[in-house]
């Protein structure tokens, strides 16, 4: 068994190229834009039929924007201008802190741009960031299937999330359509209470107007409070009418009579609120422009730190040939880092052993015909990390 996907080299200095994550916009960073549209729109129908499984498609560096998916998943967790997640810990009573975790929960999605997508993280790669008191732990724990772990401590808090997602896209002829599965838990450590919660699915349409929506259900529970809520993201209907564009629906109910106490509504890019079904009161729980809109770029805070398996280090060369539009460069670069991947997979192969990951214990077990992944990380705390957002 190894983890040699990835190497360590302490003697040579590292480079990170960080970019500001995505914000409120869909835009990624104010250095990037987007190469021309249809030009990709024809280029990916080509290379695509109806049924795929896209799991082991490769894009060249003209579809990405300059970060792995996973930052993209990290960002998404540390990368806000407001603290909910004090406000999940510190809620005065269970209903309270319900609320905080579902504006929480729909602070992680972030408009998209079509066309374009992160990097596919290769095995062993990691990304590790803090945020004032939170630090944020990310490790690709498994390639194909693609599985991404991701571990989080906020000690003056006492906080901890352990998150596991793995995605399985399919085209189906006018949208591809990605399932976003695996388990996401955020332990209110104060309280004894855990949040366990899905993802809405992503979805990326073709025609009649092309777009990138995050659609489905999505359901919040807390066993030990007996509450939980049900969410349903929705999106344009297929003829493009934008009623119910970026809309977020639901309630909130107590388990087991199932009995509705606050209905949820609004858009998960602008501002949702609870009701009280009791007397009318309602109450914004999350609002778009407050949270997400104008983040900060992360900085490499002690470069010394720097892991090799970084994502803004392992990327950093396809990263500033996106950025200057030097495609042959970035494609160099990005094809470089796959066969690499690739002559280490049939290393491993041709020598019978097994990848273990770094700092995630990875499971599978078969539940209802499907196979469901699971993660424990390796270690309880984790400390500051050399890459930092600004508060």
Same mark, same amino acid.
């Given at each position: 068994?190894?983890?040699?996907?990835?190497?360590? $080299?302490?003697?040579?200095? =590292?480079?990170? !190229?960080?970019?500001? +994550?995505l914000s409120l916009d869909?835009?990624?960073? @104010? /250095?990037?834009?987007?190469?021309?549209?249809?030009?990709?729109?024809?280029?990916?129908?080509?290379?695509?039929?109806?049924?795929?499984?896209?799991?082991?498609f490769s894009l060249p560096?003209?579809?990405?924007?300059?970060?792995?998916?996973?930052?993209?998943?990290?960002?998404?967790?540390?990368?806000?201008?407001?603290?909910?997640?004090?406000?999940?810990?510190?809620?005065?009573?269970?209903?309270?802190?319900?609320?905080?975790?579902?504006?929480?929960?729909?602070?992680?999605?972030?408009?998209?741009?079509?066309?374009?997508?992160?990097?596919?993280?290769?095995?062993?790669?990691?990304?590790?960031?803090?945020?004032? $008191?939170?630090?944020?732990? =990310?490790?690709? !724990?498994?390639?194909? +299937?693609?599985?991404?772990?991701?571990?989080?401590? @906020? /000690?003056?808090?006492?906080?901890?999330?352990?998150?596991?997602?793995?995605?399985?896209?399919?085209?189906?002829?006018?949208?591809?359509?990605?399932?976003?599965?695996?388990?996401?838990?955020?332990?209110?450590?104060?309280?004894?209470?855990?949040?366990?919660?899905?993802?809405?699915?992503?979805?990326?349409?073709?025609?009649?107007?092309?777009?990138?929506?995050?659609?489905?259900?999505?359901?919040?529970?807390?066993?030990?409070?007996?509450?939980?809520?049900?969410?349903?993201?929705?999106?344009?209907?297929?003829?493009?009418?934008?009623?119910?564009?970026?809309?977020?629906?639901?309630?909130?109910?107590?388990?087991?009579?199932?009995?509705?106490?606050?209905?949820?509504?609004?858009?998960?890019?602008?501002?949702?609120?609870?009701?009280?079904?009791?007397?009318?009161?309602?109450?914004?729980?999350?609002?778009?422009?407050?949270?997400?809109?104008?983040?900060?770029?992360?900085?490499?805070?002690?470069?010394?730190?720097?892991?090799?398996?970084?994502?803004?280090?392992?990327?950093?060369?396809?990263?500033?040939?996106?950025?200057?539009?030097?495609?042959?460069?970035?494609?160099?670069?990005?094809?470089?880092?796959?066969?690499?991947?690739?002559?280490?997979?049939?290393?491993?192969?041709?020598?019978?052993?097994?990848?273990?990951?770094?700092?995630?214990?990875?499971?599978?077990?078969?539940?209802?015909?499907?196979?469901?992944?699971?993660?424990?990380?390796?270690?309880?705390?984790?400390?500051?990390?050399?890459?930092?957002?600004?508060?």
């Amino acid at each position: 068994m190894v983890n040699e996907g990835v190497k360590e $080299n302490e003697e040579e200095e =590292l480079a990170a !190229v960080l970019t500001s +994550p995505l914000s409120l916009d869909g835009d990624s960073a @104010n /250095e990037y834009r987007a190469p021309n549209l249809l030009q990709r729109i024809f280029s990916l129908l080509k290379n695509v039929r109806p049924g795929s499984d896209l799991t082991r498609f490769s894009l060249p560096a003209i579809f990405n924007i300059p970060k792995s998916q996973l930052q993209c998943y990290g960002e998404s967790v540390y990368c806000v201008n407001d603290d909910i997640l004090s406000r999940c810990a510190n809620g005065g009573t269970p209903l309270e802190r319900l609320a905080s975790v579902i504006g929480w929960s729909i602070s992680m999605y972030r408009p998209l741009m079509f066309g374009v997508a992160p990097y596919n993280p290769i095995l062993g790669e990691t990304h590790y960031a803090s945020r004032g $008191n939170l630090n944020v732990l =990310l490790e690709q !724990v498994s390639h194909h +299937p693609p599985v991404s772990a991701l571990h989080a401590t @906020n /000690e003056k808090d006492n906080i901890e999330m352990i998150w596991c997602q793995y995605a399985i896209p399919k085209f189906q002829g006018t949208s591809i359509e990605t399932r976003v599965l695996g388990k996401r838990e955020l332990r209110l450590l104060n309280k004894g209470e855990s949040y366990v919660m899905n993802s809405p699915n992503l979805v990326i349409k073709f025609l009649p107007v092309p777009d990138v929506e995050w659609l489905g259900n999505v359901t919040i529970q807390c066993r030990e409070s007996g509450l939980e809520a049900h969410l349903c993201y929705k999106g344009n209907s297929f003829l493009g009418r934008k009623g119910n564009y970026r809309s977020v629906r639901g309630k909130i109910v107590s388990s087991p009579e199932m009995k509705t106490l606050y209905e949820i509504n609004g858009r998960w890019d602008r501002s949702v609120t609870i009701e009280d079904i009791s007397n009318g009161k309602s109450t914004v729980i999350y609002n778009a422009k407050d949270v997400i809109s104008s983040l900060k770029t992360p900085i490499v805070k002690e470069p010394k730190e720097l892991w090799a398996s970084e994502s803004a280090v392992i990327w950093s060369k396809v990263n500033e040939g996106i950025l200057s539009k030097s495609w042959d460069k970035a494609n160099d670069a990005k094809t470089a880092i796959e066969e690499k991947e690739r002559e280490l997979a049939r290393s491993r192969m041709l020598k019978g052993e097994t990848w273990v990951p770094k700092h995630f214990v990875l499971s599978g077990s078969k539940e209802t015909g499907e196979l469901v992944w699971e993660v424990e990380p390796k270690n309880i705390k984790l400390t500051t990390a050399p890459i930092v957002v600004p508060l």
